[in-house]
Structures are given as C-alpha cells and as structure tokens.
C-alpha cells in the first residue's frame, strides 16, 4: 500500500477512495464471505487496509466495515462494472 501503515485514515462516508485502492487486485467479488451485504447496481466493495469500503463508480465513499477478517481471499475476482447499465 503506498505509504504502509503510517498513510491510513479511516474511511469516511463522502470521502473519495484513493485510486490505488479501486484495482481488481482488492476488489472483494463474494462480499458475503465477509458478512457484507451485497452491493446495489454501480457499487462495490474494495478492501482498504484491513476494512471494507462500499464505493460507488467516482470511488466515493458510501459505506464501510472496520477491521475485517481476511483470512481467505478465495473471493477475490475481476469486478463486474460498477456503472448503472444504459438502455
């Protein structure tokens, strides 16, 4: 993570997610795994250090979960795109 630890803050409802943090590499698939609901249409969970941030597609910050068990990263997967589809 850039930075490592010392660079963390904690997520905050309307804050912008840094980019680094909206890669496939940390977007969680199964977020029930983790006892997350399931995102609406154009959002997603990504992991964040060690919670879990609800995002819509800008990387806006809608919701989070703190200190998250994650022990098995067999949900990690390519994210489905997180924009409303267009008629």
Known sequence: APGGRQ???GPARGAMLPP???QPQFYIADPQVYGLPSP???QGWSRYYDDAVLTDDQGRILDSRRN????DDSDRG??????????
Do not use: E, Q, S
Request: no cysteine; charged share 20%; proline share 26%.
């Open 7 to 9: 660079a963390y803050r």
């Open 20 to 22: 680094y943090w909206i």
């Open 40 to 42: 609406p249409p154009g």
């Open 68 to 71: 998250v068990a994650w022990d």
């Open 78 to 87: 390519p994210p489905p795109p997180r924009h409303a589809a267009k008629d």
